[in-house]
């Protein structure tokens, strides 16, 4: 059995995207949602450790609560400071941070890229944009630019990964090979783009990690221009996938879980 805890977590598509996962591969698990109190990180690891969870996916509030009480963490998840998996390795329990890998892998599989010597873009300097700045400097990134509305959470960023990553300005995405929007702007009707959509241009990849609505008024604009446009369901697959792959040791079965969210129920 594995679950993910998180509030809220009603929204959460893990346990659509599981349970297919177990499914198709043929394992008798059950994926279920938790929602502690805002403060119980520690006691879902406890619980865990308790009941002998084989698995356990970790949202918000609960990514960097869970970093701190896990018996230790992965090196992603150590330099991030936040865990959005946890699995056993022997009798202990090791926080791993899937986020950031899930998106290269999405870009890689689902739209064919490689991101080796890509110049790039991230706005945003939540947790999200944070680990997408680690794998993309991993994943040979020749420049990662961050801009953020709080300034010195985007020096926070850059520090994870310099020197290829590095505070940079709005007008920076004429020159990014990918940009990519890890706010949450794009999810309400009415939210301002978070990049000036005129400075896009056909060749470019625009990446929003908002997957509903799944078309973002910013991939719209990069639509209008010739750019391709991505949304976050992949990176949401992927990060599954390798969670998946982290506490069974069986290959993820992608299509399954690509299909289970593709036909979810509105
Ligand atoms: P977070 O830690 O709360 O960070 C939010 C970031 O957005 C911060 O940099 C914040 O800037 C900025 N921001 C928020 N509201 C803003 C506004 N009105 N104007 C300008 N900037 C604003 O959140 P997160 O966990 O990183 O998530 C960010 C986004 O990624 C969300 O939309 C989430 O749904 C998505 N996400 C997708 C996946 C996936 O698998 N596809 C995974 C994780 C997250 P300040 O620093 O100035 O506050």
Not at 162 to 191: C, E, K, L
């Amino acid at each position: 059995m594995a679950a993910v805890i998180g509030n809220p977590v009603r929204h959460s598509l893990s346990p659509l995207l599981h349970n297919a996962a177990f499914a198709a591969a043929g394992l008798d698990w059950v994926y279920v949602a938790f929602e502690p109190a805002p403060d119980g990180g520690g006691q879902a690891v406890a619980a865990m450790r308790a009941l002998d969870l084989g698995g356990l996916s970790v949202t918000m509030p609960f990514k960097e609560q869970v970093a701190g009480c896990v018996d230790r963490c992965s090196p992603a998840a150590t330099a991030l400071g936040a865990v959005n998996c946890v699995r056993w390795e022997g009798a202990a329990l090791v926080g791993e941070n899937t986020d950031g890998e899930g998106l290269i892998r999405s870009l890689v599989a689902d739209s064919g890229l490689g991101l080796a010597g890509a110049r790039c873009l991230v706005v945003g300097a939540g947790g999200a944009a944070r680990s997408v700045v680690v794998a993309l400097a991993g994943a040979g990134a020749a420049a990662v630019k961050i801009v953020n509305r709080t300034h010195h959470r985007a020096a926070e960023a850059a520090a994870l990964a310099a020197p290829v990553a590095s505070v940079g300005a709005r007008t920076d995405v004429g020159a990014a090979d990918v940009v990519i929007n890890a706010t949450p702007m794009g999810m309400r009707a009415g939210d301002p783009l978070p990049v000036d959509p005129g400075l896009l241009r056909p060749g470019q990849v625009v990446v929003d990690l908002i997957y509903h609505p799944a078309v973002t008024p910013l991939l719209e604009a990069a639509r209008e221009t010739g750019a391709l446009a991505v949304n976050g369901l992949g990176m949401l697959v992927h990060q599954a996938a390798l969670a998946f792959t982290l506490w069974t040791g069986v290959e993820a079965p992608l299509d399954a879980m690509r299909a289970a969210v593709a036909h979810r129920p509105a």
